[in-house]
């Protein structure tokens, strides 16, 4: 599963507890998405999105060429509409999103989070009077119970004692189970949970699909893959120009030219593009060893011939 997820600002970010609960669910278009959370939690949304961004989910029901579609307004629609319940339902459709990618199956895909709420209670025993608060802790509450008496005596006869229980939850935070979004090999990656594999469009210049994992150990943060984005998969519009070139017949010598003048330049060049390459260098290589041969058969030159030589450069090469 892979997402791309328009996300929350820093901003709410007083709201949320350290030990809440972290959830990616998705939808096909058309369908309900139903949001819960276990006993006292409430909703919280991450990120969301209305589109699609790989070629893998909702699968079936149209077109899923398209994986750079994303709707900019899915998480200003849904977050409103959930955050801090227990329950919510969202439809996913086009009236409800806005359709940014016209003629393209798509999917809601939502990631967010179940927050405990904590209470404020405030006792005065010489009144009998109790208030109380239900807003969350901030993220640098600390595991502690304080408890504040103060007493004054105004006459011989009047005292008023008051007493504050504050609890709160650990500070300590869990590991994170997001692999924060980033930008890497001229690829745009998602806020993504671990375990999920992103899969996006190659790099301009280039066509196929890019993937990253996002993982994480037991005990440890979520992150990408070590490694990085795998772009094996994709290919350089060059060489699917070079490979045109090739099934239209055209000489070897255009055609090794046109490689050469690419190798030699600065552009970006895949794992994919030099297998194509040397399989295209191996074969004509193979064709001029053949030719070569037939011509030394046929004029039994007592010097080395203009072939001998460009058969010398192409085994160097």
């Known amino acids: 599963v892979s997402s791309s997820l328009s996300s929350r600002s820093n901003g709410v970010d007083d709201k949320k507890q350290n030990n809440s609960l972290i959830y990616y669910t998705s939808v096909c278009e058309g369908k309900t998405m139903d949001l819960q959370c276990p006993g006292e939690r409430v909703i919280l949304i991450e990120s969301a999105n209305f589109g699609r961004t790989d070629h893998v989910t909702c699968l079936g029901f149209g077109r899923v060429d398209d994986t750079n579609c994303e709707s900019p307004a899915t998480f200003a629609v849904v977050s409103p509409m959930c955050d801090y319940k227990t329950v919510c339902s969202i439809r996913?459709?086009?009236?409800?999103?806005?359709?940014?990618?016209?003629?393209?199956?798509?999917?809601?895909a939502v990631l967010y989070e179940c927050i405990l709420w904590s209470a404020q209670t405030t006792t005065t025993p010489a009144t009998s009077t109790a208030s109380s608060s239900n807003n969350p802790l901030t993220d640098g509450d600390v595991s502690t119970l304080t408890v504040e008496v103060t007493s004054s005596v105004t006459t011989p006869t009047a005292k008023m004692e008051t007493t504050t229980v504050i609890m709160k939850e650990p500070s300590t935070k869990p590991p994170?189970?997001?692999?924060?979004?980033?930008?890497?090999?001229?690829?745009?990656?998602?806020?993504t949970i671990r375990g999920v594999i992103v899969e996006k469009p190659c790099p301009e210049g280039s066509t196929g699909s890019a993937r990253w994992k996002c993982v994480a150990e037991t005990g440890f943060a979520a992150a990408w893959e070590s490694s990085g984005p795998d772009l094996s998969q994709c290919q350089s519009d060059w060489v699917t120009?070079?490979?045109?070139?090739?099934?239209?017949?055209?000489?070897?010598?255009?055609?090794s030219k046109a490689i050469l003048e690419?190798?030699?330049?600065?552009?970006?060049?895949?794992?994919?593009?030099?297998?194509?390459?040397?399989?295209?260098?191996?074969?004509?290589?193979?064709?001029?060893?053949t030719a070569c041969r037939i011509s030394r058969m046929m004029l039994r030159p007592k010097k080395p011939t203009k072939c001998h030589r460009i058969e010398s450069n192409l085994t160097k090469f």
């Open 176 to 191: 994170s189970n997001i692999c924060p979004g980033t930008s890497r090999r001229g690829i745009s990656w998602p806020s």
């Open 262 to 289: 690419k190798i030699d330049s600065s552009d970006a060049i895949y794992s994919s593009d030099i297998q194509k390459v040397s399989t295209y260098m191996s074969q004509s290589l193979s064709v001029l060893k």
């Open 92 to 108: 996913a459709t086009s009236g409800i999103f806005g359709n940014p990618c016209p003629g393209t199956f798509k999917y809601l």
């Open 241 to 255: 120009n070079v490979t045109k070139l090739e099934t239209e017949g055209a000489n070897t010598t255009v055609v």
